[in-house]
Each structure stands twice: as C-alpha cells, then as structure tokens.
C-alpha cells in the first residue's frame, strides 16, 4: 500500500511529496523494517524522538512525530498529538476490521464485562471474540497480550487477524491509560459503556477527575457518532458519565436500579448466583445469573446493555444469561478445602473493588470471611490505607501479604496497607504461607478470599532491568494447599 493512499484515507497532506510502499507500522525502533511507518512518541521514561535516526536507518518509510522532531530524508508526519496521527494513519493499513466493535472503560468490572459480552454474542450464534487483561480470547482460544488496552499496533494488528478468522463482534477493555495514549483509536466502535469509578492509578493521573476525563474520552472521541453510550447508572459517577454522553449527542443506554433502558427492579443472592427481576422495553424478566456478587450481576446488566445497544434481541440476550459463566480470576471458586470451605480468587486490588469482592462474598457465609491480599510496588501508594481498613472493617480474619512488590520494599508496602486496620490484621509476608495459613485455619461454614491478582501467573518483584517474573498463580497455590499440611495462623 502506498503511503500517499494511506494518508489520503487519514486526511493528512504527504509530507514533502515523499511517496514508498508501506510494509508496516511499530513504535518499537527494533521492529522497523523496510517500509515501515515508525511512531516516535515522548514517554514517562523514554522518548521514541530518541530512536527516529535508527528507525530510518533501518528502512522506515515515514516517521511520526511531533512538529519539532528532527527527521531527514523520509516523509514527518508532524503533529502535536502523535500517537492520535499515528492511530488515524494505521488505521488505513490494518484492514479489514470486524463489523461490530464495542468498548468497557470504568475501575472495576471491564474485564468481566467485555468477557461476558463475548458470551452472550456466541450464545447467538455470532463468531465473537473479547480483548483485555486476559488477552484476546474467543469461543476456542486465549492469547495474552499483557496489557488491559495493548499498543495501538498490536490492537490493531489483533483486529485485523479476528476479522480474518471470521470474527464479526469484538468486546474490549479502554484503561485510561490506553484511551490517554490512544491505544483504541481508529476501527468504528458502535457502542461504549462506563461501569463505574473508585481510586486507581492515581500514580499515573494527577487527580480523579483527570482520571475520570482519561476514561470520557470513550464517549466523548472514540465512540461513533451515531453510537451508544450505556452507563451503569447506579454509580457515583454515572451522571457526570450521562452528560458526557448527552453533550457528544450519541444515543444514551442506561442500566441498574437507576437505569430507564434495562432496569434492575430487584436482585436476590442465590446459593451460586443471583435472581434478578428486570424491565425492558415495558416488559419485566426475571433472570438466574449463575454469578456470585452484586457486582457480577452488574457486569452481566452492562453486558447485556451492550448485546442490546448493537442489534441484539431481549429474549434471547436474557435467556444467555442464564448460561454464563464465570470469568478467570473474577470471584473465581479455586478449591473447596478439606474441611469443606470454598476458597475464592479474585483480582480486586483497589479500596471498592477489595469492598465489592467482601460484600459479595458475605451472604454466603455462615462462620467466618477469611481476605487474603495484599497491594502492588510502584504503583498508588494512597489506597494501601484504604485497602487495609475496607478489609479490617468488612472481614473476620485478615492477612496482608505481598502482590507484586516490584521495585519497592515489599515490607515497607505491607505497613502501608496495615496502617489502614482499625483493628489487628495478620502480617505474613510469602504468599503461598499467607494462602496456606488461611486455609488451615478455615472450617465448615468459612469462606476464604484471595484477593488482588485473580488470572496473574507470576508474581513481578524488582523493577526496570532488574525486573523478575516469579510463576505464581493464586487459584493454583489454592489447589495446592487445600490438599497440602498447611501451617496454623497461630504459628506465624
């Protein structure tokens, strides 16, 4: 493909008349082949502008990049938002694209509901596929990408690969992070939906509101113009989510006990699940969602909000949800000990989420709601508090162990979140001795949740190039130590 074509197609002049044959886009200057278009964007701790004389060395055909870049002898596109021009230019390369594209943003509940959605669309019969923390996966495969939204080439690229495998509907998850670096931009999305918003990534956003704005763009850019906007209603944020919609002027779909699209009328815990009475279309439902956790049920509301805001029909969207299934890592049950209590992994690893996850838990309980978790290095320091105190206010018995410490004292991080506790948590550093130490002291009647990485198969400690992948999968460990001589809390 010619770069002029490919300009033409993105509303961009060719720069300087300099024409070649397109052969691929990277921001990565390793990747640069002959005819590659090369993405140079400034970064938190690299700068690609850095790389722009290796990429052309290496045959790149054009380079992308801010207005005050230096680049000779190949084609700049120059603009003050590169990674947006870059998006616009891939966007004409990587064709075709499957017809049906839906977005989740929110803190909590885009993987499961971008999983769920992909559900529901295959219980239709369509070929559907969703992308996010837990990769690409479809009706008979899983492929990790490593990231919530992955690079705009990869994105693009995974696009391009499902539509030739026959995929028509795709669900995936729009982090803030991704929608600030316009990872998602380009291929037509026909309906976007906000879950909800607690304190995150504050490491990375200077406040909520910036994060709250990082996350709008869904509605306020990417979502097409004649698309819809479904909103969890029932959340703190979702009127200040309802009028980014009505300003954009899409179609708004909202969902919950505030919702006027797909009302919530009642929910009632069942031994694994829920039932729900719902209203559409003047029409109430009632639905046995076999989810543990209001949240869950939620995640499944959205879901089905989406299926509906893209041509699907009621009867047989709410009959699907009859037959969903849990999502990897999500209030997933591991193991049942030995002494009979279940033990649950979820990836709650945020003061609401951590909430949400307890809260789901405790009608099912009858003794005692043993949390284990911990919170992640280099990340947001001020929620480690909080984490501590939602788990020591809403838990019987709590053990604080480490998550990722990354490049931080992995000790240092414990305090942090034990200062949270107004009353007496248990410390035990090693994961797999913090897991094992809850299950032994788990009977009949207790529950056990491990919580923070859910779908993780390694544990990441040390940071940069000293970074190391250590393998650790909590539902595993749980396997493991339900059958195994765990050691009593009482001997830590």
């Known amino acids: 493909m010619k770069l002029s074509a490919l300009a033409t197609t993105a509303g961009f002049t060719l720069p300087g008349d300099r024409d070649g044959n397109v052969t691929g886009f990277a921001i990565d200057h390793r990747k640069v082949a002959p005819g590659t278009v090369f993405g140079a964007f400034p970064g938190a701790r690299v700068n690609g502008e850095d790389f722009i004389p290796a990429a052309i060395e290496a045959g790149a055909v054009a380079i992308v990049a801010r207005p005050e ?11 003050a938002e590169p990674r947006r021009a870059f998006a616009r230019l891939a966007q004409g390369f990587y064709q075709p694209v499957p017809e049906t594209l839906v977005a989740v943003t929110g803190t909590n509940g885009k993987t499961s509901t971008v ?22 996966t479809t009706s008979d495969e ?14 693009l690229s995974n696009m391009t690969g499902l539509a030739r495998e026959g995929v028509t509907h795709v669900a995936f998850e729009a982090s803030s992070h991704g929608l600030s670096q316009f990872r998602s931009e380009g291929p037509r999305v026909a309906a976007a939906a906000f879950t909800n918003l607690s304190r995150d990534h504050l490491d990375y956003h200077a406040t909520m509101e910036d994060y709250f704005a990082a996350k709008m763009r869904l ?68 639905i046995e969602v076999p989810l543990i956790g209001a949240y869950q049920a939620a995640n499944a509301l959205v879901a089905a909000g989406l299926v509906l805001a893209t041509g699907g029909d009621a009867k047989q969207t709410f009959d699907a949800m009859k037959r969903l299934q849990t999502v990897r890592g ?11 209590a279940p033990i649950y992994v979820d990836y709650a690893h945020t003061p609401d989420a951590l909430e949400a996850a307890i809260a789901a838990l405790r009608p ?43 490049g931080e004292d992995p000790a240092a991080i414990r305090a942090m979140v034990l200062a949270g506790c107004v009353e007496g948590a248990m410390e035990i550093g090693d994961r797999r001795d913090a897991i094992g130490a809850a299950i032994a002291e788990a009977g009949g009647g207790d529950i056990v949740l491990v919580a923070g990485k859910g779908h993780e198969q390694g ?34």
Do not use: Y
């Open 364 to 406: 099912h309980v009858s003794g005692r709601l043993i949390v284990v978790f911990g919170a992640g290095g280099d990340r947001d320091q001020g929620k480690r508090p909080q984490m501590g105190r939602v788990a020591c206010r809403n838990a019987d018995t709590v053990i604080v162990t480490d998550d990722n410490p990354r």
């Open 69 to 79: 870049a230096m680049v000779a002898g190949v084609a700049h596109f120059a603009d």
């Open 330 to 340: 999500r209030l997933e049950r591991a193991a049942v000990s030995s002494r009979g």
């Open 219 to 286: 509605f306020d850019e990417v979502v097409a113009n004649d698309g819809t906007a479904v909103v969890w209603a029932d959340d703190a944020w979702s009127g200040k989510a309802v009028a980014h919609a009505e300003a954009r002027g899409v179609k708004l779909f909202t969902v919950g006990e505030r919702g006027t699209d797909l009302k919530l009328v009642s929910r009632a815990p069942t031994l694994l699940g829920h039932t729900l009475l719902v209203e559409h279309a003047g029409q109430q439902v009632k």
């Open 115 to 136: 999983e769920l959605t992909r559900q529901l669309w295959r219980m239709a019969g369509l070929r559907a596929a969703s992308i996010g923390t837990l990769g690409v």
């Open 459 to 492: 544990q990441v400690v040390g940071s940069g190039a000293h970074a190391r992948v250590l393998p650790f999968d909590d539902v595993t460990v749980a396997r493991e130590m339900s059958g195994a001589q765990a050691i009593p809390l009482g001997d830590h």
């Open 142 to 155: 899983s492929v990790s990408t490593g990231l919530t939204s992955p690079d705009i080439v990869t994105f």
